[in-house]
């Protein structure tokens, strides 16, 4: 049987997003697909078709941090399932709005994220965004001492992604700097 830690571990990015998404309130998944369309106000940082929604959803409430709390009849179509967190997932959903992105290449999508959503919910993300300015000076300092000693493609790819935790430490000075004032 999986522990909690492992089914956590298991959770992509748009489980994430849509665990988050139900910490704003209870709803169905047509509703929260419409937040990560094309159109919806998270689309442009992480767009989430309705098939996956429905997919994380099920993988939500397979964890228990999700449950099904009613039906309700849709617009044009069948009945839709209303869902809402358990406690285990408004703890979960806390503690990674909280949690520093360690995979870096993750952090373009995945700060962006927890950044919408805290902003969305009024909460403070100073704590969140001192934090993943740590974790971009530890891997810069990491990928500069790799970077010296590597040649060709290693040092390339290194070098790439040197460049990219400079943006992403850039990025997060920004936001510190500029406060909720432009938000």
């Known amino acids: 049987m999986k522990t909690r830690a492992q089914s ?5 990015t748009t489980d994430w997003a849509v665990l988050a ?6 709803a169905h998944g047509f509703q929260i697909a419409g937040f990560f369309s094309g159109e919806g106000e998270l689309g442009g940082i992480w767009k989430v078709q309705r098939p996956q929604v429905y997919r994380a959803l099920e993988h939500l409430t397979q964890a228990g941090l999700a449950r099904a709390v009613r039906q309700e009849a849709g617009v044009s179509g069948p009945q839709r399932t209303v869902f809402a967190l358990t406690p285990s997932g408004k703890r979960a959903v806390r503690a990674w709005l909280r949690t520093p992105v360690s995979r870096l290449r993750l952090a373009r999508s995945e700060l962006r994220l927890k950044l919408a959503f805290l902003l969305r919910s009024n909460a403070d993300w100073e704590p969140l ?7 971009y000076r530890r891997a810069l300092a990491s990928f500069e001492a790799l970077a010296a000693q590597e040649t060709g493609i290693r040092r390339m790819a290194l070098l790439w992604r040197l460049e990219s ?8 000075a920004r936001i510190l700097a500029e406060g909720r004032s432009r938000a």
């Open 8 to 12: 956590l571990s298991k959770l992509s």
């Open 21 to 26: 998404a139900l910490a704003e309130g209870e």
């Open 129 to 135: 965004l001192l934090a993943q300015r740590e974790e």
């Open 165 to 172: 935790a400079q943006a992403g430490l850039r990025f997060v």
